[in-house]
């Protein structure tokens, strides 16, 4: 079974401080981790997955097998990144279910 | 940019009757899922469905609940006999290949179920 941790509920911080949102997950296989994000009043869209290894609004996000962590940071948080932020996985190569974790709320005080 | 659409928006109904609810896909996708989320809780899988048959269903999914792919556009989650615990935000997704294999999933806006 697939399980994601995201520890915090909600997470505020000052405008220009760094953000980081934690995620653990539990998979005996291979599995791909990616981060969701819901803004206000519109709909889950993917912000980043591990297998592409890049930066999207500032946002980085490292697989660390050893410690299955798939953690979220942003050095410098701005005002559009208040939302709600979701790490989900999916097994590599085999079925196709997204197992989410609870989700942070952000809120990026100006 | 094309998006997954869901209607309605939001559904009320009585315990024991029926609801459908209904997803249009990104045209070029193959693969369509359910979600739902219970309010404060995570959102959960339900189904995927390709090629006109679900490929995998979650424990959620019992036999209350069925999809469909009525033509070549619109994508169904029918519950049958609704009960409170019905009560979630349901959400639609679409992708062109499986997720293993790096594509992403579309998200529809939801549809608020409401039973009464």
């Known amino acids: 079974a697939q399980r994601v941790t995201q520890p915090e509920k909600l997470l505020s911080v000052f405008k220009g401080a760094p953000v980081e949102l934690k995620c653990n997950y539990s998979y005996s296989g291979s599995p791909e981790l990616f981060w969701y994000v819901q803004y206000s009043r519109q709909r889950l869209q993917l912000l980043l997955r591990?297998?592409s290894r890049e930066s999207i609004k500032g946002f980085t996000a490292d697989l660390n097998k050893g410690e299955t962590s798939f953690h979220l940071k942003k050095p410098f948080a701005q005002e559009e990144d208040s939302a709600m932020y979701y790490c989900a996985l999916s097994p590599f190569g085999g079925n196709n279910r997204l197992a989410f974790g609870k989700g942070n709320q952000v809120v990026v005080i100006p | 940019e094309p998006e997954v659409t869901q209607t309605p928006s939001h559904q009320v109904t009585q315990m024991g009757q029926e609801v459908i609810l209904r997803c249009v896909p990104i045209s070029n996708h193959l693969y369509f899922y359910w979600y739902r989320q219970i309010l404060g809780q995570k959102v959960e899988f339900l189904v995927s469905?390709?090629?006109?048959?679900?490929?995998?269903k979650s424990e959620i999914f019992d036999d209350q609940f069925s999809v469909e792919r009525p033509d070549g556009s619109n994508f169904t989650l029918k519950i049958r006999s609704t009960k409170l615990e019905d009560s979630a935000m349901y959400f639609c997704a679409s992708s062109e290949r499986f997720t293993g294999n790096g594509y992403e999933q579309y998200f529809g806006p939801g549809t608020r179920l409401t039973v009464t």
């Open positions: 469905f390709y090629n006109n048959e679900i490929s995998e």
């Open positions: 591990h297998i």
